[in-house]
């Protein structure tokens, strides 16, 4: 009987978390239906569902369509979490010289704290970094990896 | 450190004497030499001159009594490398030379030399002191006049037989081309180790000619773009200590660091001042890079520009009274010349492509710069006032070029292709014939040459 009793309410609680978890998303973030398996509010859902970079133009620092696309999903998480702060760090690829890609990190890295701010996330969480072309993720020799290189990742701190 | 090297007043007086009046005779020889001689010519008068053909010059292996043989041996050796390396003398091969077994107190027989195409000849001897000192003497002959040109002595402490042989060097290529040398000289540099993608940067110190390399910090931070003060044993250098990217000072003898100002923001890409008394370099604020001036003394600071735009790479005329910087307030990297106190800011460069990281020569006349120019990378020099642009070398990329001390050498870091590729520092004259590579014990960046060496 109390065996039966249990397992009943186990499957209810369940039933009723997922229900819980499908409002939660359904309220704050409708358009995220990623990866399951990951813990929502967590680093790696940020990463994972999220998206934590955007990409640039040779030599540019204005965010292009896809790049203010995911900049409206991490301006959505970033007010749902309010627990973290943010190091915004700026890349560029490693065909310019080392002195300007240094500011022009700083350039992209200032572009996407613009705009998360615009989207209503509070400067003061908000800290940027340029590491100019010192951080390379693609190493490859080709026009692909290099515009993996031309980034902006936001990187989430302190819970 | 000490690299002490004391000059024999009184041996040395009697020799300078000896100089002089070889000097006044030789004058004459010269001259006739100049005339016969094309090789003397280009260099004594016009270094600019593209395609220099370099002075057959005879480097006799010194002579070494008891201890100091081997070390006699590898003094003439460098004395060799550094002067072949300059692109301006070429060493004949000791197996060729005729007179064998030479020491400083040989006459040469200078027909013998004649023969086999020496213009210059270099003797010397490296004795051991009773004290543990090594005392070295050198002389340098004109060939054709068979005259002596140069005669000198230097005591000094056995483990300072690299340095006692670029001062060597130093000598015979003042004497024979009217300008001071660059051999005794250092270069600090960012040594690079680990993949591409997880690169370990260190600031690192060598010879110019690659030995001696010593490590000044240990790896665990970012380092970038270190610059020698013109006066002193410091560097200038950025640094990303605790994540908070700013510009250091470097004190070499005593290894003491200190950061330099409290900005609200990175600070990045500084030289030094000609007096050594400044340092000037970019303060990023949001988008914006601008550029600003510290005194060492008073630390007090001075905005010197205010655009929206990235202005970097700051540098003095040798006169302290201009700076050439790059900025892309046009739109793109160009070179931009303004008076020290910021006024009056002029676009010099207007060739195709990107104009960046300029440096002026010490000599006042050239700046020298990176260009990036469909895809290509080159290392050029253009005049203050915009005129006579010359590429020295292209490729794949070469960027960030340095002045040796004289205004005569240029060093800068060529980068290869691909994920195993990586930087190596580089040499090219201002011809732009005579690239030399400096070997490092991994890959190499930014370089930044010394002072001559007191």
Redesign the interface.
Known sequence: MSKTLFARGARFAAVLGLCLIAAACAQTRPELTGNSSVVAGSGQDFVVNVGDRVFFLN?Q?SLNGAARAVLDKQAQWLQHYKNYSVTIEGHAD???????N???G??RA??VREYLVAKGVSPTRLKT????K????????AASCWSQNRRAVTVLSGQ | MSFAIRLNPMQTTGMKQMWRRACRVVAGALAVAVISQPAFALIELDITQGNVEPMPIAISPFAGSGLQEDVAGQISSVVAADLQRSGLFKPIDPTAHIQQKMNVSTMPRFGDWRTIGSQALVTGSIAQQANGQIRAEFRLWDVFAGQQLIGQQFFTTPENWRRLAHIISDAIYQRLTGEKGYFDTRVVFIDESGPKDARRKRLAIMDQDGANVRYLTRGDDLVLTPRFSPVSQEVTYMSYVGGNPQVYLFNIETGQREVLGNFPGMTFAPRFSPDGQKVIMSLQQGSNANLYLMDLRTRRTTRLSNTAAIDTSPSFSPDGRQIVFESDRGGSQQLYVMNANGSDAKRISFGPGQYSTPVWSPRGDLIAFTKVHQGRFMIGVIRPDGKGERILTEGYHNEGPAWSPNGRVLTFFRDTVGEHGGPQVWTVDLTGYNEQLVTTPSFASDPAWSPLLD
Do not use: K
């Open positions: 030599n620092s490693e065909r310019g010289t080392r002195q300007y240094i500011a022009l700083a350039r200032a572009a970094i340029s590491y100019g010192e951080r390379p993720v693609a190493v490859c020799n």
